[in-house]
Nanobody
Framework: VQLVESGGGSVQAGGSLRLSCATSEYTYSSYSMGWFRQAPGKEREGVSQILRDGSTSYTDSVKGRFTISKDNAKKTLNLQMDSLKPENTAVYYC?????????????WGQGTQVTVSS
């Protein structure tokens, strides 16, 4: 089981980044997949979740700016991040086989750094 994130980097406030997570057939079939982040000195938090039926949820601070999606052909989980703010700086992780209620996930990627400068 392997989850591999890509697309992180450095951007100025107001810019955009698109994260992708390459998955396997097994992890892509998860009932719930999601993106999480951990900023320096803070606990890891859920950013966005997507269920097998396509329904999505977002943490309040990113609503209207971030969009989660799945690419069925490529078996990737994506996170489009627009209007980025310095407080979005964190290591972003994708995860699979998550419990939607508890956000406890069975499989994790290694993380990709996102840095937003003011």
């Amino acid at each position: 089981v392997q989850l591999v994130e890509s697309g992180g980097g450095s951007v100025q406030a107001g810019g955009s980044l698109r994260l992708s997570c390459a998955t396997s057939e097994y992890t892509y079939s998860s009932y719930s997949m999601g993106w999480f982040r951990q900023a320096p000195g803070k606990e890891r938090e859920g950013v966005s979740q997507i269920l097998r039926d396509g329904s999505t949820s977002y943490t309040d601070s990113v609503k209207g700016r971030f969009t989660i999606s799945k690419d069925n052909a490529k078996k990737t989980l994506n996170l489009q991040m627009d209007s980025l703010k310095p407080e979005n700086t964190a290591v972003y992780y994708c995860a699979a086989h998550c419990d939607p209620a508890t956000l406890v996930c069975a499989y994790w990627g290694q993380g990709t750094q996102v840095t937003v400068s003011s």
